[in-house]
């Protein structure tokens, strides 16, 4: 073979070797770039989906501790028909009807994630079997509203009135509490404050239980699907804490936080904002087990003076105080009588 033959099948080899290079290294870099948008998508999704899900949690938690306490949840007893939101100004959502009005801002933000999430689903990529547990779940929360007479389609209608067109970002309390005020527009959020209206008189506690079992089972997929904590112990503890020197049953103690606590003053103890103990709060300082007290007794108490055979004096050191005893009898050697009764 010819110079120019092998000169020709090298620079064709070398050729069809860097087309090849540089095929795959471009696929490859078009697969991870794909593989980076899916999972910036599901973040965007499920992580507002998971931080609401345990703020309603959370809230309704506390209409459920307080209802199964005291039979009522005094701090959402402000209407008696959600008409009287008509006309009412800024004031008063933002002191008296805060409790109830924020209550049904979080419900309709929940919804609008849940709505958001249950649309764009077949566009997200989920782990294993996640990508049909994550619509069963989300159904089983919709179910459990629905059976509160908050019926599907209107959840749905409700968490779009949250958002905030054209920017697609949820509105905020004050911007919600606007829409509350206006007829129109409110009607549709009223199947919301009838529900924690009667759930604030005591009424409707299985239903409560019900959408507080599935907001629970829902999260938890959530922190697995995220490889995330446990976002309902985070929420409960992140306002559920006893400072030291506080005391269970008064309104700076657990469960006495947020918007709730400032209008209840009803803390009860260190699971107050739990509700029938679904989160169990764990104590920020742990108490030890009780048992003997390893510290010696602080008081050093004094040995007798040593008698003609008692052997060197011993060094006094603390003891533990064991409990009345008969003292020792007195020696004849120096320094007997002197010095106080060893005593007890």
């Not at 159904?139 to 920017?167: M, N, R, W």
């Not at 103890?269 to 709060?281: H, L, M, T």
């Not at 050093?300 to 040593?306: C, G, V, Y």
Request: hydrophobic share 35%; charged share 20%.
């Amino acid at each position: 073979m010819d110079a120019l033959s092998v000169t020709l099948i090298s620079a064709v080899t070398s050729g069809a070797i860097s087309l090849t290079l540089a095929w795959v290294s471009g696929r490859q870099q078009r697969r991870d770039s794909e593989r980076v948008q899916r999972e910036t998508r599901t973040m965007a999704y499920l992580n507002p989906l998971r931080w609401h899900t345990a703020e309603v949690h959370h809230r309704l938690s506390l209409y459920a501790t307080s209802v199964d306490r005291d039979g009522c949840y005094p701090p959402a007893q402000v209407l008696a028909d959600p008409r009287e939101m008509e006309g009412k100004g800024a004031d008063w959502f933002a002191g008296k009807g805060v409790v109830l009005g924020s209550s049904v801002w979080m419900t309709a933000c929940l919804f609008a994630q849940m709505t958001r999430t249950r649309h764009d689903l077949p566009f997200l990529r989920l782990a294993g079997n996640d990508d049909t547990r994550l619509p069963g779940l989300l159904q089983k929360v919709h179910a459990a509203f629905a059976a509160c007479e908050i019926y599907y389609a209107t959840q749905s209608s409700i968490g779009t009135d949250a958002l905030l067109e054209p920017e697609g970002r949820l509105r905020s309390y004050r911007e919600f509490c606007d829409l509350l005020a206006e007829p129109d527009r409110r009607v549709w959020a009223d199947p919301v404050t009838w529900f924690l209206i009667a759930v604030a008189h005591g009424e409707r506690r299985p239903a409560l239980q019900r959408v507080l079992d599935a907001l629970s089972e829902l999260s938890a997929f959530l922190d697995d699907s995220l490889a995330g904590g446990a976002s309902l112990r985070a929420r409960h503890g992140a306002e559920i804490h006893r400072p030291r020197g506080g005391s269970p049953g008064t309104g700076t103690g657990p469960g006495a936080g947020g918007d709730l606590g400032a209008a209840a003053g009803a803390g009860s103890g260190p699971d107050a904002g739990v509700g029938r103990g679904r989160v169990p709060s764990l104590s920020p300082h742990p108490i030890p087990a009780p048992g003997p007290d390893p510290s010696p007794d602080p008081v050093l108490r004094p040995i007798p003076a040593p008698g003609p055979n008692s052997g060197p004096d011993p060094v006094p050191r603390p003891t533990p105080d064991p409990g009345p005893r008969p003292g020792p009898e007195p020696s004849a050697g120096p320094g007997a009588g002197q010095g106080p009764d060893p005593g007890p």
